[in-house]
């Protein structure tokens, strides 16, 4: 369980989040979502320790983040897998040296584990045949299932999303959605999802977080998105909504 307790940031005297408080279940997608701006990359980027919190807490498992040492924050970070936006994989690799990658910076196993381990996830994401391939020979929609192979390479307690589908054609958003809920269900892992995709807050929004101008104006989940009491939120979903519908209807 991730837990946020009062968290502020700024940036040039510009106040970005405020007085953040939000728990983060395992097991769950636990969904953050807003506009463009409204600070919740900011919020994802404070929750794995790329920006440090101007005040306020970050708890893993009643653990403060600013209270790590090196060495505390080193096993966190093993215990911690990131998907990308792009994916970010490595173009010089294979797809198997890819998923290999953590397990060679953070593990001492044997070759022939290693490569064990990266089959059997390449075949959890349904990425068949293709581990000697390049990146760039893969569809976006696998390139995604790469990363998300790669970003659990380590069993991690904690997963975290930065737009998974950003790019990817509508079917295979579901799909990515589809495998992202059932890995967090299967190992019972605490995923945090930045995203602005109406599909995906209605398909695996178990917990949702909307941001607003950098406060916290609603928490709920998909079950109860369409119906919340809340003006601003309710913009951000007809919006979200529109844009969607004007783009199918063009097609």
């Known amino acids: ?96 040296e890819n998923v290999m990658f953590p397990m060679n910076f953070f593990t001492d196993w ?14 959890r994401v349904n990425v068949i045949n293709s581990e000697d391939k390049y990146p760039d020979e893969l569809s976006g929609g696998m ?15 904690y997963l975290f999303c930065d737009e998974p589908n950003s790019g990817l054609d509508p079917y295979t958003s579901i799909l990515i959605d589809q495998l992202i809920s059932s890995i967090t269900k299967e190992f019972n892992i605490t995923t945090v999802v930045n995203t602005h995709d109406m599909n995906s807050m209605l398909e695996n929004g178990d917990r949702i977080s909307f941001i607003h101008k950098g406060t916290l104006l609603w928490q709920g989940d998909r079950n109860t ?21 004007i783009i199918e209807g063009r097609k």
């Open 110 to 123: 044997s070759e022939a584990q290693k490569r064990e381990r990266a089959r059997y996830l390449l075949e």
């Open 143 to 157: 390139q995604k299932r790469v990363g998300i192979a790669r970003a659990i390479a380590l069993d991690p307690d």
């Open 1 to 96: 369980m991730i837990k946020v307790e009062h968290l502020y940031k700024s940036f040039d005297g510009v106040e970005v989040l405020k007085d953040i408080n939000v728990c983060y279940e395992p097991g769950m997608c636990n969904m953050i979502i807003g506009a463009s701006g409204s600070g919740k990359t900011v919020l994802l980027k404070n929750l794995i320790g790329l920006l440090t919190p101007d005040s306020g807490e970050i708890l893993y498992s009643g653990e403060s983040l600013s209270a790590m040492n090196l060495d505390n924050k080193r096993r966190l970070r093993q215990r911690i897998g990131i998907l990308f936006q792009g994916s970010a994989l490595f173009d010089f690799a294979t797809v198997l």
């Open 225 to 245: 998105i369409l119906t919340a009491d809340c003006e601003e939120l309710r913009s951000f979903v007809c919006a979200n909504t529109l844009a969607r519908n």
